[in-house]
């Protein structure tokens, strides 16, 4: 169950959903700063200054993203999708084709 695909055009359920993928682009980001703190942790030589850079990277991306995300849903409203593939959608008018 999906509570985004269920309901997008409730906004919570929207927000919830990309709130919940910046936590764990966070959580992630924290980890590789955690293991970049401990070398000791890693095999030796694995902590090149390009592969750190490349890692913290890596990890700001998912977090970027859902934030970019967040800021287009408070933009751009949902009215109405289609629920199956026969559906018209929300663009569809019956009445201007007569």
Wanted: hydrophobic share 45%.
């Amino acid at each position: 169950m999906s509570l985004s695909g269920d309901y997008p055009e409730v906004e919570e359920t929207v927000l919830l959903f990309h709130l919940n993928l910046f936590l764990l682009g966070v959580i992630y980001c924290f980890q590789w700063l955690y293991l970049i703190r401990r070398p000791a942790l890693l095999e030796p030589g694995v902590l090149d200054a390009w592969i750190i850079r490349k890692g913290i990277l890596r990890s700001l991306v998912v977090p970027g993203v859902s934030l970019l995300a967040i800021r287009i849903s408070f933009v751009v409203r949902v009215t109405r999708l289609p629920k199956r593939p026969g559906d018209p959608g929300p663009f569809y008018q019956p009445d201007a084709c007569r």
